[in-house]
């Protein structure tokens, strides 16, 4: 364990997995510690010092920023460079006094053809109010809509848990509400399922849209039946799961989904600070040959202006031009805004993080410097796998072995969904955190890098796309065709999660008969096995009047003069113990050795 007050030294941004080295934890341990300071991230991704020193301080660490390199090879840099304070990863929603409610924002879930596209362009249709200057709507990845209150919701504009985990297994955790639409004429499919799934391993709390309820073949008691097979109990079911029937075809009851959203949101509050600088997420981006490179940032908190200069992973630049949903140009953008942004150098990823730094050039070094780190890191990519994931956070706090699991058919998959589950032992939890029937897709691998779960493939072999995502991101994907084989692994791993428990072993009862004296500072005794054998290996506990006095490993067994490796119960033999000399006649040696017994 940790040290209470060691000084750790930590550089301006350092990569997940060298904190873990730097406090000589596993990276699980750092990300359980930053996830529960709400930064999702992967072993990976750069985290900033505040970021860092959080983690570290946590762990029981005194963290102090590393100086800046002498002779830093631009001296405007370095100068400007003094007084940047890094932009914490932490978004200190909770902790900043000037945290202001902003809007949530939502993302909608659910299986094909249910009408999430449909929904998301309805309540743009309804509820984005039309600019002055007439600006034609923009699809940019994201809008903003007022609900019957007047207040701001803020909805991402591509539906399906393929993006909403991919962006989450990104490090980015952007959704406050997650819209689950469920067709009332179809009911819950294999994708609501999924859809679901993806929602709970985020921790995001749920409204399920039952759609479609003006389709001749309607059943929205049906549709609310089957959400209780998933355990999410519809409030008029006795539940607590916020269910609004519409229709989005029609426009009816989105005012009251609108309202049950923010109703959902309240709960969690969510802030920002829009006097600070800004951070968020990129929810889109690409490379178009006029205007160069164009990517939609989300704000999270902040307020994002133009000509600031951004860090964005590894690439960086000057916010040149904004344009909102609208496709008004826009000089500032605060807490839960889109914003279509043109000025980065390169294309980032989606759900990768940008933040604001003093200048350009501080920002284009820090990127540079984050290449050249990930550079020198090279393939050093740690892999999640049963042996060594669960071997690794085997003295840590992580206690949950999050499993993603596909089979052929559906017989097989409930069984082994029970059979998982009860593999929970004290203190470790197996969770199957989806299970479906089918190959391993990419939407699989996404959501293991997401929750650090493995994968396992019950008859079923992964999908070219998988594997090779897999791969790059380290999930292990292991495929069986014996159950039996399945539920051995899955034992074995959760026992190397589990705190090894030591039993004391007697081994004999000893008495000691005569002292043999050899200098002052050895002693040998003279003893007899009373019961049991003791063994070269065994430690003794030297007992006198009914009081431990010694207790040590024996540090030499003999029978007359020799060495011997045990001598059994009926006979004489000589004991020496480690650190102690004054045996006196009469003494008990109790002899044991501690056994290993889980
Ligand atoms: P997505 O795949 O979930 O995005 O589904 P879409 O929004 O593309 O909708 C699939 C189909 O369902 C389209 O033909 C829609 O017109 C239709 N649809 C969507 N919402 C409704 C609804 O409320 N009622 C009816 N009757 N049809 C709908």
Do not use: W
Request: hydrophobic share 40%; glycine share 8%.
């Amino acid at each position: 364990m940790t040290q209470p007050t060691t000084t750790v030294r930590l550089p301006q941004a350092i990569v997940v997995g060298d904190l873990a080295d730097a406090l000589g934890v596993t990276p699980v341990d750092v990300i359980k510690e930053l996830m529960k300071n709400g930064v999702m991230a992967t072993i990976n991704q750069v985290v900033d010092f505040d970021t860092a020193a959080v983690v570290a301080a946590d762990l029981g660490f005194e963290p102090e920023e590393e100086e800046r390199e002498a002779g830093a090879p631009d001296a405007a840099v370095a100068e400007e460079g003094a007084d940047t304070a890094p932009t914490s990863l932490r978004l200190a929603e909770e902790d900043d006094p000037d945290a202001v409610t902003r809007p949530p924002i939502v993302a909608v879930l659910g299986h094909v053809d249910h009408g999430k596209t449909t929904l998301l362009d309805t309540i743009r249709r309804a509820n984005v109010v039309e600019s002055e200057a007439g600006g034609i709507t923009q699809h940019i990845g994201a809008y903003q809509a007022t609900a019957p209150d007047g207040r701001i919701l803020t909805f991402i504009d591509t539906p399906g848990h393929e993006a909403f985990t991919q962006m989450r297994a990104r490090g980015a955790q952007v959704t406050d509400v997650a819209i689950i639409v469920i067709a009332a004429d179809d009911g819950l499919m294999p994708q609501s399922r999924e859809a679901i799934d993806h929602v709970r391993a985020a921790g995001v709390p749920m409204v399920v849209a039952i759609n479609k309820i003006d389709a001749p073949n309607a059943d929205v008691d049906r549709a609310k039946t089957q959400l209780t097979e998933v355990e999410l109990v519809p409030e008029d079911f006795g539940g607590d799961q916020v269910v609004v029937p519409i229709s989005a075809l029609q426009g009816t009851g989105i005012d009251e989904l609108l309202e049950n959203v923010l109703l959902v949101s309240d709960l969690n509050e969510p802030k920002a600070n829009p006097d600070r600088d800004a951070v968020g997420i990129v929810l889109e981006s690409a490379s178009d040959r006029q205007r160069g490179v164009i990517a939609t940032l989300l704000v999270q908190t902040g307020t994002l202006r133009q000509g600031d200069a951004v860090i964005c992973g590894l690439t960086s630049g000057r916010v040149r031009a904004m344009i909102d949903h609208e496709g008004n140009r826009v000089k500032e953008a605060g807490p839960a805004t889109p914003v279509e942004v043109m000025g980065l150098a390169d294309v980032p990823p989606a759900g990768e993080r940008f933040e604001v730094r003093k200048s350009e050039k501080i920002a284009k070094r820090e990127a540079e410097d984050r290449r050249r780190e990930l550079a020198a890191r090279g393939d050093e990519r740690e892999a999640v796998t049963l042996d060594s994931l669960f071997g690794e956070i085997h003295k840590g706090n992580v206690k949950d072995m999050n499993i993603v699991l596909k089979a052929d058919v559906q017989g097989s998959l409930e069984p082994l969904v029970d059979t998982l589950d009860d593999l929970s032992v004290d203190e470790v939890n197996t969770k199957v955190i989806h299970a479906s029937v089918g190959s391993i897709n990419e939407s699989d691998v996404q959501l293991a890098v997401a929750s650090t779960g493995v994968i396992i493939g019950f008859n079923v072999q992964p999908e070219t796309g998988a594997k090779r995502l897999a791969e790059q991101e380290g999930v292990e994907i292991r495929v069986y065709n014996v159950i039996y084989d399945i539920i051995q692994d899955v034992e074995q791993a959760v026992q190397g999660l589990l705190e090894p428990i030591y039993e004391e072993q007697q081994d004999a009862v000893i008495e000691v008969r005569q002292i043999f004296r050899l200098g002052r500072r050895n002693a040998i005794a003279g003893s007899y096995v009373r019961e049991g054998t003791v063994t070269r290996n065994s430690r003794g506990r030297v007992v006198r009047n009914g009081e431990v006095i010694h207790d040590d490993d024996l540090s030499s067994l003999k029978r007359f003069d020799d060495d011997v490796r045990e001598v059994a119960a009926g006979l004489e033999c000589g004991i020496q113990i480690n650190g102690f000399t004054d045996f006196q006649e009469g003494d008990e040696i109790v002899a044991y050795h501690m056994e290993r017994t889980r």
